[in-house]
């Protein structure tokens, strides 16, 4: 039977998981549905998932339809765990997001349906709670239509709104056949000419939700289970099935990893091509990292589980469209092809702003932390894990509060550590603001290390990342040697001038130099007269701090887009605070009574506008934040970062702690 691995994604408190225990049960998977309050639902298991009604990591589970099995993904919905849900997006096959009859368009709803767009997956939209006190639908549907800017086809109408008794009528309208004649001429032309049969307007729409052109809307609960029969009835008809080929050559991507009861890794990954089997011997990697599993970089299988009718079942094998859990691969991570890497792992949101010192607790052994939160960052890689042996700290990386609550909370009943943390900091970025250069010859002046090193840095654009160059001769010495200056350049630049991170940048080799091996007469290899690879590694991070000293480089703060609506008499209140906080408004406008303003703030005043809006809006004003890009630091001190390197800034410092060989 085809595959359609299918993402359930909203807003937090939209009904996503709510609407997935519907799903299971309208399938026959599930004889009750669970409930988010009391903690009895079937995709969130974790302790913390249901002591707080949110869904913290995604979950499949697997159902049967009339033509097609159906792996469904539970993601979680509050902002704080974006990347959880980022992972996810590079394996559907298609997607329903689901928006609140009463809330409607959320912050999170707009980044969310961005993103489906980009991506091009196959999207239907179902507007829950229509039996809520309060729900809308005509009004719901005009606020999308302008809030997410995408084209949207209503598959029916709700009746009896706000009641117990509220249902979905199905039926497409005229406004169908207007959406999807807009991008289909020879529908158009069929119109004109007298009409269009039913059976051509729904081939239509079918072919245009494929193709992510257009996305049909359905309205229902997912509570009193209205409109769920002819959301599955779409899930069927209009999503495209997994494609691939079981016969072709392996290819798959991994979107998660766990620890199993025994502290082993197991891997959650997509099939693409191929078919997997136990006992198969597998390259794996992101192609650029050793992954520690001898040559080759690959691992065996040891063990293979597959997701059938809501639960997960061993198995020998698995083919081209399935989602599997993968055992035996220890050096596996997120992100990671497993054979032949066809889709490249890519980053479909901003990545963490914040930063926190963590503080062990009473009696919490520092060692057992640090192993903790290197298997967390495994887990979930956007935690970003930072050790500074030099103060005996850790730092995380995260999105927001609550996901610093949830990682105390893991720390705490996974591994029995008690922690707490320092406040929260902003997390800047440098970029080069010239091109600068560098070099350090082998055996002059006072370099102590068997190696000639010369770079050039150049600024690249926003996003483009760190590309690495050569101008001189591969050939010219070993390319072990060569392997060692990119991988410290790549190490180096995560701590600029200012101890921040430099993401974009050029940086060429422009000089290269070492020692042949040199040995004597009866004598093995001699070290001190021949380069090695510690030679490299150790001199780049020198040569590259002084390149980016000739470039210069200045910090970059996250900015976030705002857009805010309040009453409009409160707007002559809310321009100077605005301004207080380094927001940009960038367009206002008036609606009847209420002012819309959109624009740009800092990342760390966010907080702080969000604590100061409902007294200045007499609680009626609505914020939505979310990251949008860098831009320079302006007024005050430049904001520093402590460096956990060996300070290449200090030559003197960072010699006495690396080399262990000098020249006299």
């Known amino acids: 039977m085809p595959m359609l691995n299918l993402g359930i994604l909203a807003h937090v408190d939209a009904g996503k998981t709510s609407l997935t225990e519907r799903l299971l049960h309208s399938a026959g998977v599930i004889d009750e549905i669970g409930s988010v309050d009391a903690g009895s639902t079937t995709t969130d298991t974790l302790a913390l998932e249901r002591q707080r009604g949110i869904t913290i990591k995604s979950a499949v589970v697997s159902f049967p339809l009339d033509g097609v099995t159906v792996n469904l993904i ?4 509050h ?9 996810v997006l590079g394996v559907l096959d298609g997607a329903v997001l689901v928006v609140s009859a009463v809330e409607g368009v959320q912050a999170q709803t707009r980044v969310l349906m961005r993103t489906l767009r980009r991506l091009r997956i196959p999207t239907l939209v179902f507007v829950n709670k229509i039996d809520r006190r309060g729900a809308r639908d005509t009004a719901v549907l005009r606020q999308m239509a302008h809030r997410l800017a995408v084209p949207l086809v209503p598959m029916g109408t709700a009746c009896g709104l706000g009641t117990r008794t509220a249902r979905f009528v199905p039926g497409l309208g005229p406004a169908a056949l207007e959406v999807l004649a807009d991008r289909d001429d020879s529908l158009l032309a069929a119109y004109l000419d007298g009409g269009v049969p039913e059976a051509r307007l729904r081939r239509a729409l079918a072919a245009q939700t494929r193709s992510a052109s257009v996305h049909p809307v359905y309205f229902g609960s997912a509570i009193t289970g209205a409109g769920v029969p002819e959301l599955i009835g779409g899930v069927e008809r ?11 050559p392996l290819s798959g991507t991994v979107f998660k990893v766990e620890r199993g009861p025994a502290g082993e890794k197991v891997a959650y990954a997509r099939l693409f091509s191929g078919t997997l089997r136990v006992r198969d011997r597998i390259p794996f990697g992101d192609g650029r990292r050793d992954t520690g599993t001898g040559p080759g970089g690959g691992g065996r299988v040891t063990g293979l589980t597959v997701f059938e009718r809501g639960t997960d079942t061993r198995a020998d094998s698995a083919g081209a469209g399935r989602i599997v859990k993968v055992r035996g691969l220890g050096g596996i991570r997120i992100g990671d092809a497993l054979g032949e890497p066809v889709r490249a792992y890519a980053h479909h949101f901003a990545p963490p702003t914040l930063e926190t010192v963590v503080v062990p607790g009473p009696g919490t052994d520092r060692r057992a932390l640090h ?4 298997q967390l960052a495994e887990q979930d890689p956007l935690i970003g894990v930072r050790h500074d042996d030099v103060r005996g700290e850790t730092s995380v990386s995260l999105y927001g509060e609550v996901q610093k609550e949830v990682v105390q909370a893991t720390l705490a009943d996974e591994y029995g550590l008690d922690v707490g943390f320092r406040g929260t900091t902003t997390l800047c970025i440098e970029r080069p603001v010239g091109t600068g250069h560098a070099v350090e010859f082998n055996k002059k002046d006072a370099n102590p290390f068997l190696a000639t090193v010369g770079l050039r840095v150049d600024p690249a654009p926003p996003g483009s990342g760190v590309d690495f160059r050569l101008e001189v001769e591969l050939g010219s010495m070993p390319y072990a040697f060569f392997k060692a200056v990119e ?18 940048c050029t940086v060429t080799m422009t000089h290269s130099g070492y020692s042949p091996r040199q040995s004597h007469a009866h004598q093995g290899f001699d070290k001190s007269m021949s380069s090695t690879g510690y030679d490299f590694r150790g001199l780049t991070p020198l040569v590259l701090i002084d390149a980016l000293r000739g470039a210069g480089t200045l910090v970059h703060e996250p900015m976030h887009r705002f857009r805010l609506e309040a009453p409009a008499d409160t707007l002559g209140a809310l321009l100077p605070v605005l301004a207080r906080l380094g927001a ?7 609606h009847a009574l209420t002012c819309v303003l959109e624009g740009a703030v800092p990342a760390a005043r966010v907080h702080a506008l969000e604590q100061r809006l409902p007294g200045l809006t007499r609680g009626e004003g609505e914020l939505e934040t979310a990251f949008d890009h860098y831009a320079p630091v302006t007024g005050g001190a430049v904001p520093e970062r402590p460096r956990t390197d060996h300070n290449p800034l200090n030559r003197k410092e960072y010699l006495l702690n690396v080399t262990r060989r000098t020249r006299e």
């Open 79 to 87: 902002p704080d765990f974006i990347a959880e849900v980022e992972r």
């Open 487 to 504: 991988d410290t350049v790549r190490e180096t630049l995560g701590q600029g001038l200012h101890g921040w991170q430099v993401p974009d």
């Open 584 to 590: 940009v408004p960038e367009s206002t406008g008036t």
């Open 238 to 248: 209009l999503l495209p099935a997994a494609a691939g080929d079981p016969d072709g």
């Open 74 to 77: 539970d993601t979680p919905g």
């Open 371 to 374: 192993l903790a939160l290197t």
